[in-house]
């Protein structure tokens, strides 16, 4: 019997040295080939399109960013990264890989400008429009959503690099699966800026201890062979998911709340699965994965263009609360409409139309259906709670017209829950608006905290909290007001300016990278 055993192993072991891995590398092989054959061409064009008669010395940088055209937090970092490296690279041509089909380079061009007011160079920028990117979004894969938008990711770099191969590419939106395409198949160095880790090793601990969560079903909870399933599952995917990381070649990350994650990522060790990896079949993946990442991610915080806003004055200011958030369930609007529900309760006096009257201003983007019902939604919960007409909704502001409500707002309201960071936070800050946050992640531990030993504003839970907060900045001395303001600006334009976010991203090495090829 065991004698069988070993002879099947021996077989299994030779027909993968004799015939899997040699045909595997030949079909490498010739998907390289007709690859780099199929780019020479495409690149010769690109260069020509965009007017440069040469290519000498012209690299192309290939920054993968399916949703380019959103208008987040995310968009910025990617381009403000591309704008500095226009102004100090004449010799590099951005690349930018979009899903979004319906909106045309011009047009793409002039919404960086009206929503963040960054200038690009056309004749350095270059768009590859993708059409699977429906792949990658969460309605797409129901069940096993995590995997599916992999596996969806890794099929958008492939169609990706069939348009256009780049001398470097980086992820700027946390798709760590495209790396292993890009590496394997164009075999260029790849880097990344990570805004928050895929998975978790919180999620793996979550499902190994069977608590609920929002990932996590009730029905899957209750029963324990579908619980250990989905444990094996999750481990699976973490282990594939470091492997992923550990394939770049530079990581970047936003905040210290995601490098200590991603950190732990990359060194994450999980013995049994890694003992299945050195058996066949799943040793393959031994063979096609490299590891090449440093052991750490570097910090870069993300820019906050605060030039024109640390213009402002700092008083007189209206008696505006103002909230500037997209719409999404875990901004946690309604918590706003709550607690400014229960101030104009105890402060009846702020209702009225006069000197004295407060009003609460919604400015937030809305993207989808979901938004545009949450946001009448939260119409109706004004109405119920009847302060409808000191309640403002701002739907898709144009950025001169948030920075207009940021010039006049008193009080910044922000009521995530263990928001990783907070970039609304930091604008009201260098806007000179005193911040009321959620005491908890980004705002409590980077953001909000004193300046030379003097706050800078201020944390709250529960909606007591947050309504006796803004009840203490309406009621300032004219004198603490401004020195509120003031040094809620001062640390707010020193710690996250954009001459800080350029600063990184050039110690990342990206320029190190790009000519070491
Ligand atoms: C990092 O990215 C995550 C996910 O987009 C975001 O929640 C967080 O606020 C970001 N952190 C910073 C410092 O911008
Ligand atoms: C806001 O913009 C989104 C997409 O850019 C659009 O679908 C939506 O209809 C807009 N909503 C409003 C109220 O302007």
Redesign the pocket.
Known sequence: MSHRLVQGITALFLSEVFVFLPSLWLLLYLIRLRLRTANKARRAALFEELGHSKQNGKRVVGFFHPYCNAGG??ERVLWTAIASMQRTELNVLSVVYSGDTDATKEEIIAKVKARFDISLDPSLLHFVFLRSRRLVEDSAWPRFTLLGQSLGSMYLAWESMTQLVPDLYIDTMGYAFTFHVVSLLCRIPVGAYV??PTISTDMLARVKSRTEWHTNRNDVTSSAILSSFKLLYYRLFMYYYALSLQTANFLMV??SW?KNHVDSILQHSDVLIDALHWLPPLNVVKFLTSRNAPRTARIV??PCDTREMAQFQLTPRKRIVLSVAQFRPEKDHRAQLQAFALLLKQHPEYIKNDDQRVKLVLVGGSRNEGDEKRISELRKLAKNLDIEANVEFVINASYPDVLDWLSKASIGLSTMVD?????NVVEFMAAGVIPVAHASG?PLKDIVVPFNGERTGFHAKSKEEFASAMETVLSLSPEEELAMRWRARAWAVQRFSEEEFERGWTESGWRDWLSHQ
Do not use: C, Q, R, V
């Open positions: 937090g995310g805004h928050y936003n905040s995601t915080y993300p928001e990783h960071f907070g970039i980004g």
